[in-house]
């Protein structure tokens, strides 16, 4: 029995309940990982959606670290272009369009309420959008490539230690979104079980494990941080 719909296999599954047998693993991993899969790429539509209103909301940067947004959108360019390049089916890495997508608009909005901006700022996004669109289109050597790639888990890993240090040092986590954490620290350990079900490079699979740490100890940090400004908030009413 074949039924396939986006490269999910459903014809296995759905074969061994019309016999009344529950389907091995051989034929349920595969789906639920493209299902996952897929779920994350939906999910990444809106990730950074709550954090965007937040700022708009509040008109305020407050406690964010710019240097750690824009280490993201390095990140996120380098490894959707290696994904791209690579060949792997989109639901093994969709989500890092919409990632960067919302992340260069993440950007824009906190270089809008830091003004004014220095010309160093100005330089790195025309550095940025001068260098983007060659890495994208994968027109680099291959060996550089390579080593781009490999770069891009200490990017993530120097993008999240500034916002972290910041969160310590003000305890505080200021105008961070509870929900954009939630889900990037939930994106990452699903990202991990599909990986090793796509048969990803380790590589890819080492980033989404770097990604459950930090965006663990970020999502920590809320919880830690933001409980004891609610009980003042009370008090004070």
Wanted: proline share 4%; net charge positive.
């Amino acid at each position: 029995m074949k039924m396939e719909i986006l490269g999910m296999d459903f014809g296995c599954a759905l074969g061994s309940l019309s016999d009344g047998k529950f389907p091995d693993k051989d034929c349920l991993l595969p789906l639920i990982s493209k299902l996952l899969g897929y779920c994350i790429v939906a999910a990444s539509t809106i990730v950074k959606l709550p954090q965007i209103l937040k700022i708009l909301k509040h008109g305020s940067v407050r406690g964010l670290s710019v240097a750690a947004f824009e280490l993201e959108v390095v990140g996120y360019t380098i490894a959707l272009s290696y994904c791209l390049h690579k060949g792997l089916p989109f639901s093994a890495y969709g989500e890092l369009a919409f990632l960067l997508i919302q992340a260069i608009i993440l950007i824009a909005i906190i270089y809008y309420y830091s003004q004014p901006m220095g010309m160093k700022t100005w330089i790195r996004a025309l550095i940025y959008c001068g260098i983007a669109p060659t890495i994208l289109a994968g027109q680099i050597d291959p060996v550089l490539f390579e080593a781009l790639y490999a770069s891009q888990h200490a990017i993530f890993f120097f993008a999240r230690v500034p916002q972290i240090w910041e969160n310590y040092s003000n305890k505080s986590t200021g105008e961070l979104s509870f929900l954009t954490s939630f889900m990037n620290f939930g994106g990452s350990i699903v990202r991990v079980f599909t990986s090793f079900q796509e048969k990803a490079p380790t590589s890819v699979i080492l980033g989404s494990m770097i990604g459950i740490v930090l965006n663990g100890t970020i999502l920590s940090q809320i919880l830690l941080y933001q409980k004891p400004q609610a009980k003042k908030g009370k008090k004070a009413e």
